[in-house]
């Protein structure tokens, strides 16, 4: 048998022009039946292994395929399904998969959360005390499927039992170990039949060795793998892990496993230099992850092929495998399609089809002789130069802007006890003021003439028309309800990144460059190619129309420098700070045209902020400064009357309250409707002394909260937070509701926020 050179560890499901998504979708909207879905899905998965296959990849991994998630198949696997879904034993049926995953009329789906720090969503896996058991060997019937239909040998892909039993919840953590031990046996018996049918290798996934781990917890991995390699010692299992360096290195790799999958991308330079430290396992196999399968650039194959030399010094190639750094989920499919793209960037650019490309010519470089590839490097040097020498990435204004940096604080120029003062007499507004978060209804009209203005059916004027009649529409709807600050819609955005991607320069929107967010529902970054240059006012005349139409104060609305940052693909020519602060100095600009035309409120959304937190905890740090200088060089330039505001939604925030503080915006309004208890508890054991907005009523779900509950909500935040600093607001934007329960549910926030004011009242006179 051929030595193994080269492997892949996923491939994207949801197809070249998104045909994955749209089956799915079709398939629940009852446009095509169960047969014919299997079918045509079967032939996706078919189709994907055939062009790994094509590309001359050596181990090319099966059951990495979905239906909706990989770790909601694991689950399903062994029969876990959560009690409120129909369920009677033995293997799920489609039925129930799709409802665990998006919920029934009469039971919620299971809480979806993020893949480690990728934008990437599972569905969580409930555990309960029922005995989890083996309902069907997956891995075995795709492995099946490719040797039969495409005579491929592959790679089953598991996700490992420690990870699985991490990220789901459902126990206690002095359970954890019982847990595990359930699953074990079914890891086991999984593998048993996998070496009976004759499988060789196993890509066996634990990236949680990439995160913090306790001793304890790592302890577990001896016992655990060495009941796995007991079970089926035939099988070549490779212990994969990816999107940092692994703890306790030595130890991982003194495990019973035939190989270990490191990647060599994200882990700044931390495994190399474990692996230099503590030398490699003869009789181990490597497999190194060398291209990137999160970004959309194009290898240095320079730089790579000495990475290679590097790590051959300590592992031979006989025993080393080329790979990604990670599944190449977290990349679109292919650049074939992209027809309109600039030459310069397509030429400097690779999605998951020539990343796959690059591992083939760069295998042939390690084992047949760098000469062999000599072509391509040449060539490869050229684009990639080409795109760091060419005009987008070497803006004179921006590059000295950047470098004038290097001493400058931001900050506004008086504490926030004095702004407050001076906001106080700028805006008199009444205690607890009520406002949004920002976006109000996204409805199918809204959608459908961007669709016309995008396409040239309407004109520019019309579409200007259209969506200052709705901002008209919405101040005049805000006014009735009794909002206190009001907000102009953002009815021309599609998306809140997206939107500010296009008006400035350095940013590239490609057609087809989809990747997989949850479900069947796909997001597609912009590229943030080059400098980041203002080119002129990008909200102003939304915003100070809206103005135009009320007494009450419009709050503007940015997108934050971080969030944008996080929400893109990023170029890796200059530090990621750096990108931050060119985008941060654009934002700055908007927020100085805003003021000057009269808008003194303004609103910088960092949603993406807390999601950005590196999985190793010492890496925190220096994030959260670099993303509170960002933020505050975008902020901070506006006099003290100007009130700053930003949002974030998530849970958690006690991770990150500190960084929040230092930020210095005037008024920070956080989602908290689902996590209410949690959030009043980080309250509890900090404070928080500048104006705040804990989101009353949750947005997520259509139905109309009562008054009783958002005054209990109220009265519960007001036990840890200063009444005079309380703002009361949705817990997030309100564009993916109908209009009528936005309407509503506002009503009920205003009444709430009456009587809390009442109540105030009655208890000071008393
Ligand atoms: N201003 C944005 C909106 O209201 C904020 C969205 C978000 O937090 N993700 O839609
Ligand atoms: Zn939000």
Not at 24 to 40: C, M, S, V
Not at 97 to 107: C, L, S, V
Not at 256 to 267: A, K, N, S
Not at 734 to 744: M, P, Q, W
């Amino acid at each position: 048998m051929n030595i193994v050179k080269n492997s892949n560890l996923g491939y994207p499901r949801i197809g070249e022009k998104r045909e994955w998504k749209k089956l799915l979708e079709r398939f629940w909207a009852g446009d095509i039946d169960k047969e014919a879905f299997i079918n045509q899905m079967d032939g996706i998965r078919i189709q994907h292994l055939q062009k790994q296959k094509d590309q001359g990849i050596n181990l090319i991994p099966v059951g990495d395929f979905t239906l909706y998630d990989h770790v909601l198949d694991t689950a399903v696997m062994f029969g876990i399904v959560p009690k409120r879904f129909k369920y009677h034993g033995g293997k799920v049926s489609l039925e129930t998969y799709f409802e665990i995953a998006r919920g029934t009329k009469d039971a919620v789906a299971s809480e979806m959360t993020k893949w480690f720090n990728t934008n990437y969503h599972y569905i969580v896996p409930e555990l309960d005390q029922s005995t989890p058991k083996l309902v069907e060997n997956r891995p075995l019937q795709f492995y099946k499927e490719a040797k039969q239909k495409l005579e491929i040998k592959g790679k089953p892909v598991i996700m490992g039992p420690i990870t699985f039993v991490k990220l789901s919840k459902g126990y206690k953590e002095d359970e954890f170990k019982t847990f595990i031990d359930q699953f074990v046996p079914l890891y086991a018996e999984i593998l048993r039949q996998l070496q009976m049918e004759g499988v060789e290798w196993v890509q066996m996934d634990e990236p949680i060795l990439s995160t913090t781990l306790t001793n304890e917890d790592f302890t577990l991995f001896k016992d655990v793998y060495q009941v796995l390699h007991d079970a089926a010692p035939n099988i070549k299992l490779i212990l994969q892990t990816y999107f940092e360096g692994v703890e306790h290195f030595e130890d991982v790799l003194s495990l019973p496993v035939h190989g270990l999958g490191l990647d060599f991308v994200h882990d700044q330079g931390q495994n190399l230099k474990e692996l230099k430290k503590y030398g490699f396992p003869d009789e181990k196999v490597l497999a190194a992850g060398v291209i990137d399968g999160r970004n959309i650039w194009r290898a240095n194959l320079t730089d790579k092929l000495s990475l290679l030399e590097e790590i051959e010094q300590i592992v031979p190639k006989n025993r080393l495998i080329i790979q990604p750094s990670s599944s190449l989920l977290h990349v679109p499919v292919t650049l074939r399609n992209e027809e309109t793209l600039n030459e310069v960037l397509k030429d400097a650019m690779s999605f998951a089809d020539e990343k796959l490309h690059e591992i083939v010519v760069l295998t042939r470089g390690l084992h047949e002789g760098k000469e062999t590839i000599q072509n391509e490097i040449t060539q490869n040097s050229i684009v990639i130069q080409e795109l760091n020498e060419s005009s987008f990435r070497n803006n004179v204004n921006v590059k000295s802007a950047i470098k004038n940096l290097d001493t400058y604080k931001p900050e506004r120029d008086a504490p926030f006890e004095v702004r407050q003062k001076l906001q106080e007499e700028a805006f008199h507004l009444p205690l607890f003021p009520t406002t949004t978060i920002g976006s109000f209804p996204q409805t199918k009209e809204v959608r459908k003439h961007r669709l016309n203005w995008r396409k040239g059916e309407i004109t520019d004027s019309e579409y200007e028309a259209y969506i200052k009649d709705e901002i008209k529409k919405w101040i005049q709807i805000q006014e009735d309800i009794g909002l206190d600050v009001l907000v102009h819609g953002e009815f021309e955005r599609t998306d809140m990144v997206e939107y500010f991607g296009e008006k400035l320069a350095g940013f590239q929107f490609t057609k087809f460059g989809w990747v997989q967010s949850y479900g069947s529902r796909c997001v597609k970054p912009p590229l943030i190619y080059g400098d980041v240059i203002y080119q002129g006012s990008m909200t102003s005349n939304e915003t100070v129309y809206a103005q135009s139409l009320t007494n009450r104060p419009v709050k503007g609305m940015l997108t934050g420098p971080i969030t944008i940052l996080n929400w893109s693909f990023v170029r890796e020519d200059i530090p990621r700070h750096e990108v931050a602060n060119q985008i941060a100095l654009a934002l700055c600009e908007e927020v100085k045209t805003l003021e000057k035309n009269g808008i003194n409120m303004i609103q910088v959304d960092e949603p993406a902020l807390r999601e950005g937190l590196p999985l190793k905890r010492e890496k925190w740090e220096n994030y959260l400064s670099t993303a509170v200088y960002a933020f505050k060089l975008a902020t901070t330039s506006v006099r003290n009357e100007t009130q700053i505001h930003t949002h974030m939604c998530y849970s958690n925030f006690e991770d990150i309250i500190d960084a929040i503080k230092e930020l210095d915006a005037d008024v920070i309004s956080i989602e908290t409707s689902r996590s209410h208890g949690e959030l009043i508890n980080a309250f509890e054991n900090n404070t928080y002394g500048k104006g705040i907005g804990l989101g009353v009523y949750d947005i997520h779900s259509p139905r109309i909260p009562s008054l009783d509950e958002l005054l209990n909500n109220i009265d519960r935040a007001l036990h840890v937070l200063d009444p005079r600093l309380f703002w009361i607001n949705p817990d997030c934007g309100l564009k993916t509701r109908g209009i009528d329960e936005t309407v509503a549910g506002l009503k009920v926030m205003v009444d709430a926020a009456k009587n809390a004011r009442k109540k105030l009242l009655i208890k000071c006179e008393n």
